[in-house]
C-alpha cells in the first residue's frame, strides 16, 4: 500500500500503540508484534518502483503517505512517552539509539529480498521477514519516547536507525526492480536514471560513512573499557576483599572520567584513588582520564567471625 489511506492510518496508530508499550515493557515479543502490523514497508517500495518507472505521481504519493504515516506514529508515541515517563527506559530502547554500519547491511539485504519477494509471488511470504528485520516502526517510537523525556540525543539515534533502514531498503529495491527489467520506459535515457537516483545514492552514501565512523569509535571505546576494567580489576581485587562491579565512560571537554562502583568494606580514599589514576594514565598512555571511585561498604564473614575488620593495612595497599 502505497497511499495514505484510512486503513493505512488505522494499522500504524495501532502499531505505534504495540509498540510503544512493548519498547517500555522491554518486551521483545510485543515489539516484533508492532513489526508485522506496521505498514511503513508498502510506500518505501512505491518510492522505489515510482524511482524507476518515472512516475512522478507515484512518486509524490509514496512520499506523503510514508511522511504522514511516520509523523502519525512519532505523534502517538511521545504522547505514551509523556504519560509513562516514570516507567525506566530498558534494552529493547537502548538497544535502538546507536546504529551502526551493520544496521545498514541487514537494511540493504533485507531490502533486497523484501524486493525479490515482492515480484515473485511464490516466495511472497518473507516479507514478513523483511518488515522484522527492517523494522521502522520501533525506532520512531524509540525516538519519540527518548525525545519525550528529554534525551535528544537518544532520540537522535534512533531516527538515524530509521532513516538508515529507509534510504537502505528504498536504494536497494530500486536497483532490484531494475535489475529485474523495470523501467523499460527509461533504460535509454541514462541522464534521468542519474538525476532520479543520485539524491538515494549520495544519502546512502553519508550514512554509510558516518555509521562506520561511529561504529568503529564503539568498538575503540569498548577496548578502552575493557582494559581499564582488567586494570583496575588487578589492583583494586588482589587483596581479596574488594570488588571491582562496574565502570562506566563519562566523556568531558577536559577529557575522560572512568566511574568505579566500588564494593569493600572500607572507604577508598582519595590518596588511594590518585594511585589508581595514575597507573591508569601511565598504562593507557592518556593524560586527561579522570578516576572517581564510588565505594559500597560491605560486611564479610565466615562462621566465627567478621573479616577485614582491620582495614588500615588493606587501605595502605590499594594501589600501591
Not at 562462621?303 to 595497599?317: H, K, M, N, R
Request: charge should be positive; charged fraction near 15%; hydrophobic fraction near 50%.
Amino acid at each position: 500500500m502505497a497511499a495514505f489511506t484510512p486503513a493505512y492510518a488505522l494499522m500504524n496508530s495501532l502499531a505505534a500503540v504495540v509498540a510503544s508499550y512493548g519498547l517500555l515493557q522491554d518486551s521483545t515479543a510485543v515489539v516484533i508484534g508492532a513489526m508485522i502490523i506496521a505498514m511503513l514497508l508498502g510506500p518505501i517500495s512505491g518510492m522505489a518502483l515510482a524511482l524507476v518507472e518515472g512516475d512522478n505521481t507515484l512518486l509524490r504519493k509514496s512520499l506523503l503517505a510514508e511522511v504522514g504515516g511516520s509523523v502519525l506514529v512519532l505523534t502517538i508515541a511521545f504522547l505514551i512517552g509523556r504519560i509513562h515517563a516514570d516507567l525506566p527506559l530498558g534494552k529493547e530502547i537502548t538497544a535502538r539509539t546507536t546504529p551502526n554500519i551493520l544496521d545498514l547491511a541487514i537494511a540493504l539485504a533485507a531490502g533486497a529480498a523484501g524486493a525479490y519477494a515482492t515480484i515473485s509471488p511464490r516466495i511472497s511470504a518473507g516479507l514478513v521477514g523483511v518488515a522484522i528485520a527492517t523494522a521502522l516502526v520501533p525506532p520512531l517510537c524509540t525516538c519519540a519516547i527518548c525525545v519525550a523525556r528529554g534525551l535528544y540525543r537518544a532520540g537522535g539515534g534512533a531516527f538515524l536507525l530509521f532513516l538508515t533502514n529507509i534510504v537502505a531498503i528504498q536504494s536497494v529495491t530500486s536497483l532490484t526492480l531494475w535489475l529485474a527489467g523495470y523501467g523499460a520506459r527509461l533504460r535509454q535515457q541514462s541522464r534521468s536514471y542519474l538525476r532520479r537516483f543520485a539524491p538515494s545514492a549520495l544519502l546512502l552514501g553519508a550514512l554509510a560513512l558516518f555509521l562506520t565512523y561511529s561504529f568503529e569509535r564503539a568498538l575503540a571505546r569498548e577496548a578502552f573499557l575493557t582494559r581499564s576494567k582488567r586494570l583496575l580489576r588487578q589492583e583494586i581485587e588482589q587483596n581479596g576483599a574488594a570488588s571491582l562491579v562496574e565502570l562506566q565512560i563519562q566523556p568531558s571537554q577536559a577529557g575522560t572520567t572512568l566511574i568505579a562502583l566500588v564494593r569493600a568494606p572500607w572507604v577508598i580514599v582519595p590518596e588511594s584513588c590518585g594511585r589508581l589514576q595514575a597507573k591508569l594514565r601511565q598504562a593507557l598512555g592518556r593524560d586527561d582520564l579522570t578516576l572517581r571511585i564510588r565505594t559500597v561498604i560491605t560486611r564479610e564473614c565466615n562462621a566465627t567471625q567478621f573479616l577485614w575488620d582491620d582495614t588500615s593495612e588493606l587501605e595502605e595497599t590499594l594501589g600501591r
